[in-house]
Nanobody, 124 residues
Framework: QVQLVESGGGLVQAGGSLKLSCAAS????????MGWFRQAPGKERQFVAA????????YYADSVKGRFTISRDNAKNTVYLQMNSLKPEDTAVYYC?????????????????WGQGTQVTVSI
């Protein structure tokens, strides 16, 4: 079993920055991947970014490319999402997720474990 705990959400003005953290514990996947997803009210959960634990390879949704950066600290079993130039449309609950798969995936159903989510609100 893997436990994921997100932190770092909050309220920020448009153009501002936030850094989310996701601490993993339990049975972690050294060869798997971690992903960040978000879900706005009334909308489906959507992929934001993902990173491979071993190689550090990353992948981003087009909507956040150039503004968000995903990184990991293997020693701390923690993944981060640095969010810059935030826009009101980035407002959502942000979730981290873990998968044991050997390639980066972007679909919700391919991830095995999920955190409880952290709210990010971007005001005009």
């Amino acid at each position: 079993q893997v436990q994921l705990v997100e932190s770092g959400g909050g309220l920020v003005q448009a153009g501002g920055s936030l850094k989310l953290s996701c601490a993993a514990s339990g049975r972690t996947f050294s060869s798997g991947s971690m992903g960040w997803f978000r879900q706005a009210p009334g909308k489906e959960r959507q992929f934001v970014a993902a990173i491979r634990w071993n190689s550090g390879n990353t992948y981003y949704a087009d909507s956040v490319k150039g503004r968000f950066t995903i990184s990991r600290d293997n020693a701390k079993n923690t993944v981060y999402l640095q969010m810059n130039s935030l826009k009101p449309e980035d407002t959502a609950v942000y979730y981290c997720a873990a998968t044991s798969g050997v390639v980066i995936v972007t679909t919700v159903g391919r991830y095995d474990y999920w955190g409880q989510g952290t709210q990010v609100t971007v005001s005009i």
